[in-house]
T-cell receptor, first 114, second 115 residues
Framework: DAGITQSPRHKVTETGTPVTLRCHQT?????MYWYRQDPGHGLRLIHY???????DKGEVSDGYSVSRSKTEDFLLTLESATSSQTSVYFC?????????????FGQGTRLTVV | AQSVAQPEDQVNVAEGNPLTVKCTYS??????LFWYVQYPNRGLQFLLK??????LVKGSYGFEAEFNKSQTSFHLKKPSALVSDSALYFC?????????????FGDGTTLTVKP
């Protein structure tokens, strides 16, 4: 398995609280992604990064922010959690070429907002 | 904009029979196409990809897929299904005209192989 670790693996939080999910890679890949997986919606891209401090929005970025201060770490923050953000979150990495290389996925973080 | 459609939510086959999981795509440029598999409570695992060259691509676990540019399709196939192939399958596309290697995923197809 590719060296990619998500933490925490499970989290329950209350509505309105901030939450940060961490993705750590040991592959030195350039590209990192955060997706959410919901029944009937497949995987939807939240944010992605194409280098340290280089990030951009995906298709469902509202209510989320990201930071990448080091190549190996990509943080996803839910600024004020809502019940609609209850989901399974996956981090993925790809590279070094990016476009023609497959993605490697973490094990996922199951987040429940109550 | 790029998009992927997996027209079947569920595919059921008997063990030993051939299986097909369908995928169609839309891109403005040329596509890079991928298939991934997800087992329960796991992340997605890469199966195979089409980048260029031969339209028939072979991947892990005996799976293959055929790129058809005129039909904008990339169907996943296996000649003889196993019960252990039962899982959730995702097709994904990247438009070579975009940056950052963003992939768009289909909604997934649940494959059930019955003994």
């Amino acid at each position: 398995d590719a060296g990619i670790t998500q933490s925490p693996r499970h989290k329950v939080t209350e509505t309105g609280t901030p939450v940060t999910l961490r993705c750590h890679q040991t592959e030195n890949h350039r590209y990192m992604y955060w997706y959410r997986q919901d029944p009937g919606h497949g995987l939807r891209l939240i944010h992605y990064s194409y280098g340290v401090k280089d990030t951009d929005k995906g298709e469902v970025s509202d209510g989320y922010s990201v930071s990448r201060s080091k190549t190996e770490d990509f943080l996803l923050t839910l600024e004020s959690a809502t019940s609609s953000q209850t989901s399974v979150y996956f981090c993925a990495i790809s590279g070094p070429a990016g476009l023609n290389t497959e993605a490697f996925f973490g094990q996922g973080t199951r987040l429940t907002v109550v | 904009a790029q998009s992927v459609a997996q027209p079947e939510d569920q595919v059921n086959v008997a063990e030993g029979n051939p299986l097909t999981v369908k995928c169609t795509y839309s891109v403005s440029g040329n596509p890079y196409l991928f298939w991934y598999v997800q087992y329960p409570n796991r992340g997605l695992q890469f199966l195979l990809k089409y980048i260029t060259g031969d339209n028939l691509v072979k991947g892990s676990y005996g799976f293959e897929a055929e790129f058809n540019k005129s039909q904008t399709s990339f169907h996943l196939k296996k000649p003889s299904a196993l019960v252990s192939d039962s899982a959730l399958y995702f097709c994904a596309v990247r438009d070579t005209g975009t940056n950052a290697g963003k992939s768009t995923f289909g909604d997934g197809t649940t494959l059930t192989v019955k003994p």
